[in-house]
């Protein structure tokens, strides 16, 4: 378990948290690299319920070609026997490469602007396999997608985004359709709107839903394979510069899901690092 | 021949120096927390000429101050703001160029650059006619542009000749 959790701390994080160096660390939001910025984050996300638990982990990393168009790669690794529900919220054990395109972008003020964000990429499975009723499907690429909108300003950050990921079918296997949505209330205290060359930290309660369909196994429908839930719960983010540390922990409000094959999944943390390089270089006249 | 050489290097240098920017204080809308304020600290840093650049996040103010002799340019700054994905407001600045211009409509020449800025005076006009041709430091603002543009006015307080 401690070569897991080493090995996992070298790896990163997962594609759905992408923005968790500017904003969340579970829930979609907007922001998007600069041009010519590579970020690159690392983390772990946790899930534990009575069937098991389950560490995953990615190496994220982004470039932003525009201010407004970021590409994305995401390696992954997964740890634990846990059988638990889909999830694209948290980290799987997929690769995943996409784009993020910042497609609204309205700077209203000091400090503050209104922004929307799709990102599309596709999915693929990784060396590791996954535990559960998952684990015993074969394994086939998918497509994601994601919409975020939301306001960002230097008080408050308010976001709401939905996604939506289909597998393809392998040897009449097929993993469930995803559906996710989040929604996130942020709050920098005013003790804390101070300059750049300090820590900046903000605090969020995250919201996060998700449904899944049914599990396609050996040509049939698994039943009651689908599942509903919703998790709630506080993270925080500190910057300082072009460092990022964020953390936090989600509990369910809502479940709906078989017990007697995903057990009852009970908590959710996560913990992430992200480091961005910024470009320096200069336009000609 | 020493002489020679240094006194060259001086009258250059001299010359250079009399047209350019000194300082530009941009309004930057969008940035809400360090890693804007920083990206946008790294850019500017990147022009070279840049000497020190400070970010206020909660005024939004940018304020650039360059080395004695540069040849920055506005549009130079305002990428620096759009690269990040924010938006570049007023600027203040403080810049020596050449006037230009005929009596009733004048114009500041940042050399070095291809900075042209039509002059009107941002209270009470002044009255440059003994400028003309001479290199002054103006003070005033450059209006916010549309993106990858920079304004062609430069709303002036004070033009001095410079020393």
């Known amino acids: 378990m401690k070569s897991h959790l080493i090995l996992a701390c070298a790896l990163a994080l997962p594609w759905s948290a992408w923005a968790s ?27 534990g319920g009575s069937a098991g638990t389950q560490l995953s982990t990615g190496s994220g990393f982004g470039y932003g070609v525009t201010p407004h168009l970021t590409l994305t790669f995401l390696l992954p690794a997964t740890f634990g026997s846990g059988s638990l529900a889909e999830s694209r919220m948290m980290a799987g054990g ?57 306001l960002a300003s230097r008080s408050q950050y308010l976001w709401a985004g939905a996604g939506y990921t289909r597998f393809a079918e392998a040897s009449n296997d097929r993993r469930p359709d995803t559906l996710s949505w989040s929604g996130v209330y942020g709050y920098r205290p005013t003790k804390l709107r101070r300059g750049y ?31 509903t839930s919703i998790w709630l719960g506080p993270s925080v983010l500190a910057i300082f510069k072009n460092i990022a540390i964020s953390g936090g922990a989600q509990a369910p409000i809502f479940r709906d899901a078989s017990g007697s094959i995903y057990g009852r999944e009970h908590i959710r943390f996560a913990i992430n690092f992200s480091y961005l390089k910024y470009s320096s270089h200069a336009s000609a006249h | 021949m020493k002489k020679f050489i240094l006194a060259g290097f001086l009258a ?7 047209a350019q920017y000194e300082q530009v204080n941009l309004t930057v809308f969008g940035m809400d927390c360090a890693p804007c304020a920083h990206a946008i600290h790294v850019s500017m840093k990147g022009i070279p000429g840049v000497s020190t650049v400070d970010v206020d996040l909660n005024t939004g103010l940018v304020t650039i101050k360059l080395a004695s002799v540069n040849n920055a340019s506005m549009r130079q700054f305002n990428q620096a703001v759009e690269k990040n ?77 410079a020393r």
Do not use: C, M
């Open chain 1, 21 to 47: 160096d500017h904003g969340p660390v579970f829930s979609y939001a907007t922001p998007v690299n600069s041009q010519g910025e590579v970020s690159f984050d690392t983390g772990i996300f946790g899930r």
């Open chain 1, 94 to 150: 997929e690769w995943s490469a996409g784009a993020s395109w910042r497609f609204l972008h309205s700077v209203t003020s000091v400090g503050k602007r209104i922004e929307s964000t799709a990102s599309l990429g596709i999915v693929a499975p990784g060396p590791q396999q996954d535990s559960g009723v998952l684990g015993s499907l074969h394994r086939a690429p998918g497509v994601a997608g994601t919409l975020a909108t939301g």
């Open chain 1, 197 to 227: 060359d300090q820590w900046d930290y903000r605090g969020f309660a995250e919201l996060t839903g998700e449904h899944t369909g049914n599990v396609r196994t050996a040509g049939a429908i698994l039943p009651n394979s689908a599942t």
């Open chain 2, 12 to 18: 250059l240098s001299s010359f250079a120096a009399h």
């Open chain 2, 85 to 161: 994905g924010f938006t570049h407001k007023d600027a203040e600045i403080v810049a020596k160029g050449k006037l230009t211009g005929t009596v009733g409509a004048f114009f500041l020449e940042v050399s070095g650059t291809q900075d042209r800025y039509a002059l009107s005076p941002a209270t009470t006009a002044a009255d440059l006619t003994s400028l003309l041709g001479k290199t002054v430091t103006v003070t005033g603002v450059v209006p916010q542009s549309a993106k990858g543009k920079v304004s062609d006015t430069l709303r002036y307080k004070t033009i001095t000749e």
